[in-house]
């Protein structure tokens, strides 16, 4: 079944520690995102990449950083500089050539500050 | 500042009749709208997309309507079942964007029996 894959869907983080979310896709999508929600707000963007080893910050880069060395992954890591971390994170890819500004989402990852 | 608003956090709406869900933007760049269902603990998946040429599209059950002259859709379920109940995000884009989305904080749905 063609999708997106994030890992693990619980996450807990330590003072001072970074920790990686995993995002794999096998939709053979150009295009990937990861999305942070917190409750009672919308979805905002922190990075996403167009290409494979390209990425662009979103609105909310500061204190995460990602690497885009295959096309079907896309890993977040959250450093110790993002003083807030707890919250759900969202992955997301689109192909678009074919839909559009329409994106496929993961399941989602939550991160907890222990 | 929030370029995309969905004003009421929750509704709930009896099944059968009609649910209505409503999303303003600011930005006049935009120009292709997208609604999205949430249940908890999953991720966000696509219902309907309007793009900014259109007044109307519709999908069945799911109707969205764009008022550009306003900067206001809606998003219509009719007749609303008890699977619907779920978050609904409306989100859109501009077309230099590359995918960008500008989401709402959402609308919490509730169908009752």
């Known amino acids: 079944d063609g999708g997106i894959t994030q890992s693990p869907k619980y996450l807990f983080r330590k003072e001072g520690q970074n920790v990686t979310l995993s995002c794999e896709q096998n939709l053979n999508h150009d295009a990937m995102y990861w999305y942070r929600q917190d409750p009672g707000q919308g979805l905002r963007l922190i990075y996403y990449?167009?290409?494979?080893?390209?990425?662009q910050k979103g609105d909310i880069a500061e204190g995460y950083s990602v690497s885009r060395e295959k096309k079907e992954s896309f890993p977040l890591t959250v450093t110790s500089a993002q003083k807030n971390p707890t919250a759900f994170y969202l992955c997301a890819s689109m192909n678009p050539r074919r839909a559009k500004n329409i994106q496929y989402f993961g399941a989602g990852t939550r991160l907890s500050v222990l | 500042d929030q370029q995309v608003k969905q004003n009421s956090p929750s509704l709930s709406v009896q099944e059968g009749r009609i649910s209505i869900l409503n999303c303003d933007y600011t930005n006049s760049m935009f120009d292709y709208f997208l609604w999205y269902k949430k249940y908890p603990a999953e991720g966000p998946t696509f219902l309907i997309s309007i793009s900014s040429i259109k007044d109307k599209n519709e999908d069945g059950r799911f109707t969205v309507f764009l008022n550009k002259s306003a900067k206001h859709l809606s998003l219509h379920i009719v007749p609303s079942q008890p699977g619907d109940s779920a978050v609904y995000f409306c989100a859109a884009s501009d077309d230099d964007s590359w995918g960008k989305l500008q989401f709402g904080a959402g609308t919490q749905v509730v169908v009752t029996p």
């Open positions: 990449s167009q290409i494979v080893n390209d990425f």
